[in-house]
């Protein structure tokens, strides 16, 4: 086969359906998606290992086969189905048979509650709500119901963890044609209270799957893993890697380790990662036993979505035995800039790569106008992967300047050959493995509690998870002195996702503001308390 030509070829598919059955069609037998399933379930199926595999061939007739099934209840071009699964066989399958009837996706992460889940709902005004039921200790079913029942146009729901029932496909109209259209709507946490809906196309995925292909330099006899939520702008983009260069990728429902290291052994993984705290995993992993290589096969890590210190590149290279490829990516814009494995090492500990072709970045100064090369600024960017905008036209008006290019709110700099150095932030987020919470949506909760007089929530540096949540709380006189436990069971009562709690909390007398406009200064708590 002729990877590479046939690796562009199919990059200038105009569908995520038809990226799928060009490569149906290409390698039909060829493997698609491994499915390490949890014991429970691994038991109960009776397959080597648990473990389910599904071809290109088979991934393209069941999604068909969904599709059909969906149709025959009103699913069709535009109707908007919101999503909440893990990452697993069935999560792929439904989102290529929706992808096949040019259906409005809009994922949501299994760990999001009431407050997040109805906003999105709402926002994304959602027709359809696929959930899986009990999944690790929590039944998403009765949260589903509980929270169609406050919207103007309830959802319907349905389940779609384990087999999903399938419809002869004669029934279904013509696949999508216009890659163009707007088509999934992903969610990321901004400086305003509520998550904001990002508006995406099948071609913006294409063409970011594409430019992670290239940049890993990835191929048909590589092995790769999700053990991310599918529900991430990540999950669709590794999947069309997947497609372009037609190797295997084992999905991992919940990662954790040393429990997941036996599929990553079983399967050959070659090509691991996720973000940095999946690095720094792997890495305690390997230091309990020096001596044995963890994972044999490992030929690379790779990842992005929170900041990599230069010292944990290093250690890792060296301990693991493998290359290290970190990258610049957002919900907006999921491939910005990627380290490549033939870069030089230097590079890649110290920077975040290059931005592939099509991919415009500026960086800019207080003013707006560009900054001489080496200089820091905010990162602009423009190309086919960046979103269309936001549900909201007032965020799209605002995200964007008058070029077009996408105003990131990250800090950063080009070097002369062409590489991005990230410096800070502008947004008040924080990247918890790389998650990105909203401090001002977790402090809106914290001021709801009558023990809180007054809060600001910082992200700290943590050597595991990137950042950590820190909730910094002044009391009203008198008040007995709360705890973190007393914190977060507010905030879980109050429908606060599980990854957005404090995990450290800090009490002062005051807060401290500046003179002007009486904000309260975080560059001074986070200098405070990041040891």
């Given at each position: ?87 697993r066989v069935e999560t792929v399958v439904l ?162 380790l040393p429990g997941s290291l036996a599929a ?55 301990e693991l035995g493998c290359r290290l490829a ?206």
């Amino acid at each position: 086969m002729r990877n590479g030509t046939d690796a562009r070829e199919l990059a200038a598919s105009r569908t995520l359906w038809e990226l799928l059955e060009r490569r149906a069609e290409l390698t039909p037998d060829a493997l698609a998606l491994v499915q390490a399933d949890e014991p429970a379930r691994e038991a109960r199926d009776g397959a080597p290992g648990g473990d389910r595999r599904v071809t290109f061939g088979g991934l393209r007739s069941r999604a068909e086969r969904v599709a059909a099934w969906l149709h025959t209840f009103g699913v069709g071009p535009g109707s908007r189905i919101a999503w909440q699964l893990p990452t697993r066989v069935e999560t792929v399958v439904l989102a290529f048979a929706l992808a096949r009837l040019g259906a409005v996706q809009s994922p949501l992460v299994p760990a999001c509650r009431d407050h997040e889940v109805g906003h999105a709902l709402r926002a994304a005004g959602a027709e359809y709500f696929a959930v899986p039921g009990l999944w690790r200790g929590f039944d998403h079913t009765p949260m589903a119901h509980r929270v169609a029942l406050t919207l103007p146009t309830p959802p319907l729901v349905f389940l779609a963890h384990d087999a999903l029932p399938e419809a002869d496909p004669a029934i279904l109209p013509p696949p999508p044609a216009d890659g163009t259209a707007v088509r999934w709507i992903f969610w990321t946490s901004g400086t305003t209270a509520g998550p904001k809906g990002v508006l995406h196309t099948d071609r913006a995925l294409v063409s970011a799957g594409a430019c992670l292909a290239d940049a890993l330099r990835l191929a048909p006899d590589d092995v790769g893993s999700m053990a991310f939520p599918y529900a991430h702008v990540a999950g669709p983009e590794y999947t069309v890697a997947s497609l372009l260069r037609g190797f295997p990728a084992l999905l991992v429902e919940h990662f954790s380790l040393p429990g997941s290291l036996a599929a990553y052994r079983r399967h050959g993984v070659t090509v691991a990662g996720g973000s940095t705290a999946f690095y720094a995993m792997f890495l305690a992993e390997q230091r309990k036993n020096p001596a044995r290589r963890l994972l044999p096969t490992l030929r690379l890590m790779a990842g992005g979505g929170a900041p990599r210190p230069p010292a944990l590149h290093h250690d890792v290279v060296r301990e693991l035995g493998c290359r290290l490829a970190h990258g610049y990516g957002m919900t907006e814009a999921p491939m910005i800039t990627m380290g490549c494995p033939d870069d030089p090492e230097e590079k890649l500990a110290a920077t975040e790569g290059q931005p592939p072709p099509g991919m415009e970045i500026r960086v800019v100064g207080r003013d707006g106008a560009p900054v001489p090369t080496g200089a820091d600024g905010e990162i602009r960017l423009r190309g086919e992967a960046v979103c269309r905008g936001y549900l909201d036209p007032a965020q799209t008006a605002e995200a964007f300047d008058e070029d077009g290019f996408l105003r990131t709110g990250d800090l950063g700099r080009l070097t002369e050959d062409g590489h991005l150095v990230l410096t800070g932030r502008v947004k008040d987020i924080i990247i918890r493995k790389g998650e990105n919470i909203s401090a001002q949506e977790v402090e809106g909760f914290l001021h709801d509690h009558p023990g809180v007089e007054d809060a600001a929530v910082i992200g700290l540096p943590d050597a595991l998870r990137g950042e950590r949540v820190c909730a910094v709380v002044q009391q009203p006189a008198g008040a007995r002195p709360l705890t973190l436990e007393a914190v977060t069971a507010h905030l879980r009562a109050a429908g606060l996702a599980v990854h957005k709690l404090p995990e450290q909390l800090e009490l002062v007398d005051a807060l401290p503001r500046d003179d002007t406009l009486h904000k309260v200064l975080k560059k001074t708590l986070r200098e405070r308390f990041a040891d």
